[in-house]
C-alpha cells in the first residue's frame, strides 16, 4: 500500500510482540479478555490503557508488564475489537504504520493489511457491507506508478528538494536525457510569443553551443547593459525574451542553464526554475463565506482564510512584478481571487462582481455567483451545504476567468474543500499546474467521523467532503501547508493529511489508499502577518497613535461595560496577554485558571485576554457559551479582579497590532495555550511586534519557535508546569532587563528569517515553475491517474451532492430535464490500463443500477467514443446483463 507505509525496523511489531505478551502472559491473557469482553466496539489509546490499569491494579506488577508490552501500547493509536480478536492500529513514528491481530484465546499474533484492519473497523458498524466482496475501494496509490518511494521522515514536506534531486537525476542520464527540459523551454510563451528559446536551438547539443557563444558575447558588455540593447544578437543565436533584465542578469541565467546541462544538480536546477519567465496569471479560490476587504470577518464562515489570501495575493503580486523585471519583459501579471457572489450581502461588497485588491495593481476578488435552474442563490449558504452548486459554479468561473484573463491562468491555487474541489476541476480542464491549501481538513476535527458518518452526514455532508478532499490532493501538483504536522502530525499524534492514508466510511466506500504524506508533491511553506500592519514595538515612528487613547481605555480603565470587565489595579506590572476564540481547544479558560492559582505570577504580571463576549445566553455555540461561564467562575473563584482585564474580541487587525506594542510596552509576553493549535498566526503576529511568546508545544507553535531562544514551548496538559515557566521568565527579566530584550529580539530575528510573507511568495513561485516542468515529465502518469479521479469524481461525488437539498430546508427535484455535463472533460488515448479501471469501478456500482443499459449509458457517458466502445465491447463479452 503506497499510502500507508509499512515499518522500516529490522524488528516489526509482529516479530517482537509474542515476547512482550509472553513475559507476562498471565496478565496480559486477563487485558485481552477484558478488551473482547464488551463485544464488538472501537477503542481508543487512552481506553486501551485505562483498562489494563483496571485489570493490573498493582502498580509494580503494572510496571513490570509495561517494560514488556509498553512500548507497543503507547504507540498504539486505536484497536478494533471483534472478539476473540483485537486489531492493533499501531504508529510507532509519522507516517509509518503496522496492523496486527491478537487473538484473546491464545494471544497468537498476526500481520495484517491497511485494508483487513478496516475491515474490522467496518465489521463493528456494519458486518453485511464489511463482508461485501463488491463493496467500493479506493486505492489512489496505485495509480502513483511513477513517483518515487520516499522513506525518510525528513523527506517530509520537503517535496521541492526531492523534485529537484529526482529532476536531476533524469536529466543526467545519458544522450538525450536533457531533451525533455530543452522541449519544455520551446514551449514557453506568453499570449503566443516565444520566450527563452526558439526552433533555431531545438536540441541538446545545439542549445549548448548557442549559450558558450552567447556567455562569450556577453562577457564584452558592461554588467548593467539593458537587455534590449543587445536581444536582436541574442535571436541571432535562437534566444528570445526571459533571460534578463541586463547584461549580468542575463549571463547569470545563461550560465545557470549551462551548468545544468553540463552536470544537473539541485540546487542549480531549483535556481534555475526560479528565474523561469512561467508564471504571470494567477487564479486562487476561496469560495465559501463572506470574502471581502472589510467589514466581513466574523461573519459565518469567514475569518483567517481570507486574511490569509490577502495577504498571500500581496506578496504573490510583489514577487511576481520582482520577477518579470528581472526576466527583462514588459508583462502585467494577473491575480483573480474567484470566490461566491452573494446577492444578500450584509452590507459587505460581497454582492460586487469585480473589487480591486488593497495594495496591488494587477489583482482583483472576481465573484460568482452560485446558481440552480432557478436563477441565482441570493442568500449566504454555509460551507456544508454548497457542494451541490459546485460543479456549475467552476463552469461559470471558468467563463468568467478566460474573459478577463483573455487567456488560461499559468497557475491555479484552491483553498479549503471547496476552493480545492473548484480548482481542481478547472486545472484538469485547462491543463494547469494546481497547487492546494487545506486550511483545515474537517475529518481531523471530529473524531471517528469516517467511521461514523452516516450519523454525521445530515449535518455536515462529510460524505461530500472527505470525497472532495480525497479528490483534489490528488489532483493537486503540488499541496501547500504551513507545518510539518499538518502533514505527519508528531509522535504522538497523526496529521491531517496522514489521517486520509487509509479510512472507510462504511456503506460507502473503503479507502486503502488515499494520500502519502511521503509524497514529494508536500511542501511547507509558512506564511506571514503583513508587516506593513505588525511591526515591532520600538519603531515609534509607525506606530498608529490615533488608536492610543481607545487602547489605553480598553486596558487600563476601570469602567465595566459591554467591552471590557475587570480592571488592574498595578498597572506598572507587565501584561501577559492572550486573543483568540473561547473553546475548549484554545483553552483561554485554562489560562486563566494557570493563573489563578500561581501566586508568584500574580504577583509579578497582570493578565489580559481577549475573546467572545460576557453573556454566555448570547451565544449560539454551547461550547462558546460554557467557555464563558467558566471564565466568570474562574474570576471569581481566583479572586482575580484588580489583576485580570477580559476584553470582548477584537476584529480591527490594525487596532490589534497596536494591542500587541501596548502589551510589549509593558515589557510583558504572549501566550497562546492551545490544547492543540495546527498553525498559530497570533504567534506570528505577536512575534512580529516584538512580544515575547509562549505558546503549545501541541501543533504549528512548536515548529515556530525554537524554545528558549525565540520563545518558549508550554505544555497546556501541564498547567502548573506551564505558569511556573511563565513566572520564572518574569523574574529573571525583573533581575536583568536585558533577558526580555534578548528573548524579543531572537523572536524577530526568528520570524524575518523563516515566516515572511515574502519568503512564503519566493518559495512558493519556484514551486509551481519546477512543479510544471515536473508534471510535464510525468504526463502519462497523470493523465492515468486523472482518468481515476474523474470516474471517482462523476460516480461517486456527483451522486452524493445530489442528495444535498439545493437550497437549505429545500428538497432537491427528482426530475432533472436536462443531464448537466460531466466535468471535465479529458480526452487521452485509450488504453488497457484505463479501460480495466473502469472496468473494476463498473463491476462494484453496477448492483446499484436496475440494469447494465443504465450503466453503461448514464455512468460512463464521460467516455470518448472510441473508449466507450472498448469499454462497451468488454462488458458485453462478459454477459453482466
Known amino acids: 500500500m503506497a499510502s500507508v507505509p509499512a515499518l522500516k525496523r529490522s524488528e516489526s511489531v509482529v516479530d517482537t510482540m509474542p515476547e512482550a505478551l509472553r513475559q507476562s502472559r498471565y496478565h496480559m491473557k486477563r487485558c485481552f479478555a477484558k478488551y473482547v469482553e464488551k463485544g464488538k466496539r472501537l477503542m481508543k489509546a487512552n481506553n486501551l490503557m485505562d483498562e489494563m490499569e483496571k485489570v493490573i491494579d498493582d502498580h509494580t506488577e503494572r510496571k513490570q508488564v509495561l517494560e514488556g508490552f509498553g512500548y507497543i501500547l503507547c504507540t498504539t493509536k486505536e484497536a478494533a475489537v471483534v472478539p476473540p480478536y483485537v486489531a492493533l492500529a499501531i504508529r510507532p513514528n509519522p507516517g509509518f504504520w503496522e496492523f496486527v491481530k491478537v487473538n484473546a484465546n491464545d494471544l497468537s499474533v498476526d500481520s495484517i493489511t491497511a485494508k483487513e484492519y478496516l475491515k474490522f473497523k467496518e ?239 494587477h489583482s482583483h476578488i472576481l465573484r460568482v455567483p452560485f446558481r440552480t435552474e432557478n436563477g441565482v442563490l441570493p442568500q449566504w449558504i454555509s460551507r456544508f451545504d454548497i457542494y451541490p452548486y459546485l460543479e456549475r459554479y467552476a463552469q461559470d468561473a471558468f467563463n468568467k476567468i478566460m474573459e478577463l484573463m483573455e487567456g488560461k491562468p499559468n497557475l491555479i491555487l484552491g483553498n479549503y474543500t471547496d476552493g480545492n474541489l473548484v480548482a481542481s476541476l478547472m486545472a484538469s480542464k485547462l491543463g494547469t499546474t494546481l497547487g492546494t491549501i487545506a486550511h483545515a481538513l474537517e475529518k481531523t476535527k471530529y473524531e471517528d467521523s469516517d467511521i461514523k458518518w452516516k450519523e454525521l452526514d445530515p449535518k455536515y455532508h462529510f460524505s461530500c467532503q472527505f470525497t472532495a478532499d480525497l479528490i483534489a490532493m490528488n489532483t493537486a501538483d503540488f499541496v501547500i501547508t504551513s507545518t510539518y504536522q499538518e502533514i505527519a502530525g508528531s509522535k504522538d499524534r497523526p496529521g491531517q493529511y496522514e489521517s486520509h492514508a487509509a479510512f472507510t466510511m462504511p456503506g460507502l466506500y473503503r479507502v486503502v489508499s488515499g494520500t502519502n504524506v511521503f509524497d514529494p508533491k508536500f511542501n511547507i511553506a509558512s506564511p506571514g502577518a503583513d508587516q506593513s500592519v505588525y511591526f515591532p514595538h520600538t519603531e515609534k515612528q509607525k506606530r498608529l497613535a490615533q488608536f492610543r487613547p481607545a487602547i489605553e481605555e480598553l486596558l487600563f480603565s476601570k469602567a465595566e461595560n459591554d467591552e471590557h470587565i475587570g480592571y488592574l489595579e498595578d498597572k506598572k506590572k507587565p501584561i501577559i496577554f492572550s486573543m483568540a476564540r473561547l473553546d475548549v481547544v484554545k483553552n483561554i479558560a485554562g489560562l486563566t485558571k494557570w493563573y489563578g492559582k500561581n501566586k508568584s505570577l500574580r504577583n509579578l504580571v497582570n493578565l489580559v485576554v481577549v475573546g467572545a463576549f460576557f453573556d454566555p445566553s448570547k451565544s449560539k455555540d454551547r461550547e462558546e457559551a460554557a467557555e464563558i461561564k467558566k471564565m466568570h467562575m474562574l474570576i471569581e473563584k481566583y479572586q482575580l479582579r484588580g489583576q485580570i482585564r477580559w476584553i470582548v474580541a477584537q476584529t480591527d ?229
Open 123 to 361: 465489521t463493528i458498524v456494519d458486518e453485511k457491507w464489511a463482508n461485501d466482496e463488491n463493496a467500493l475501494e479506493i486505492d489512489f496509490g496505485a495509480m502513483d506508478f511513477s513517483i518515487p518511494h520516499l522513506t525518510l521522515p525528513s523527506s517530509i514536506g520537503n517535496g521541492i528538494g526531492c523534485v529537484s534531486k529526482f529532476l536531476a537525476s533524469k536529466l543526467n542520464g545519458g544522450s538525450g536525457s536533457a531533451q525533455p527540459l530543452v522541449d519544455y523551454l520551446l514551449s514557453l510563451n506568453h499570449q503566443g510569443e516565444k520566450l527563452m528559446i526558439n526552433e533555431t536551438i531545438n536540441t541538446a547539443s545545439k542549445l549548448q553551443s548557442a549559450l558558450i557563444r552567447a556567455d562569450a558575447d556577453l562577457s564584452l558588455l558592461r554588467k548593467d547593459t539593458p537587455c534590449q540593447s543587445f536581444e536582436l544578437r541574442l535571436k541571432e543565436w535562437g534566444f528570445e525574451k526571459g533571460w534578463g533584465d541586463t547584461a549580468e542578469r542575463v549571463q547569470e541565467t545563461m550560465r545557470s542553464l549551462s551548468e545544468v546541462l553540463q552536470a544537473p544538480d539541485p540546487l542549480n536546477l531549483e535556481k534555475f526554475f526560479g528565474r523561469l519567465p512561467t508564471v504571470f496569471n494567477v487564479v486562487l479560490f476561496s469560495v465559501h463565506g463572506y470574502f471581502g476587504q472589510s467589514d466581513v470577518l466574523g461573519l459565518p464562515d469567514t475569518g483567517g482564510q481570507v486574511v490569509y489570501v490577502l495577504d498571500q495575493v500581496v506578496a504573490l503580486e510583489e514577487e511576481l512584478l520582482l520577477r518579470i523585471k528581472q526576466q527583462g519583459l514588459n508583462v502585467k501579471p494577473q491575480i483573480l481571487v474567484v470566490t461566491r457572489l452573494i446577492p444578500d450581502a450584509k452590507g459587505t461588497k460581497c454582492n460586487q462582481e469585480l473589487e480591486p485588491i488593497n495594495n496591488t495593481k
Open 653 to 881: 487587525r490594525n487596532r490589534n497590532s497596536e494591542l500587541y506594542r501596548t502589551i510589549a510596552d509593558t515589557r510583558g509576553a504572549f501566550v497562546q495555550p492551545a490544547l492543540y493549535e495546527a498553525f498559530g498566526l497570533t504567534v506570528i503576529e505577536a512575534m512580529n511586534c516584538g512580544l515575547p511568546t509562549f505558546a503549545t508545544n501541541q501543533g504549528g507553535p512548536a515548529e515556530i519557535i525554537v524554545d528558549g531562544v525565540s520563545g518558549f514551548h508550554i505544555d497546556p496538559n501541564r498547567g502548573d508546569e506551564s505558569s511556573n515557566k511563565i513566572a520564572d521568565f518574569f523574574q529573571k527579566c525583573k533581575d536583568n532587563p536585558e533577558y526580555w530584550n534578548r528573548i524579543s529580539a531572537q523572536g524577530l530575528q526568528r520570524i524575518h528569517e523563516c515566516y515572511t510573507w515574502k519568503i512564503y511568495a519566493n518559495k512558493v513561485l519556484n514551486i509551481g515553475c519546477i512543479y510544471s516542468f515536473w508534471r510535464q515529465m510525468n504526463i502519462d502518469q497523470k493523465q492515468a491517474k486523472q482518468r481515476y479521479i474523474q470516474t471517482f469524481y462523476n460516480l461517486q461525488f456527483r451522486s452524493l451532492a445530489k442528495n444535498v437539498a439545493v437550497r437549505i430546508g429545500e428538497t432537491p427535484k427528482q426530475k432533472i430535464t436536462e443531464k448537466p455535463k460531466p466535468y471535465p472533460p479529458l480526452r487521452h488515448e485509450c488504453n488497457l490500463f484505463s479501460i480495466a479501471n473502469y472496468f473494476i469501478i463498473f463491476l462494484q456500482l453496477l448492483k446499484h443500477e436496475k440494469s447494465y443499459s443504465n450503466a453503461i449509458s448514464s455512468k460512463f457517458e464521460f467516455l470518448d467514443c472510441h473508449l466507450y466502445c472498448e469499454v462497451h465491447h468488454i462488458f458485453s463479452s462478459t454477459r453482466l446483463t
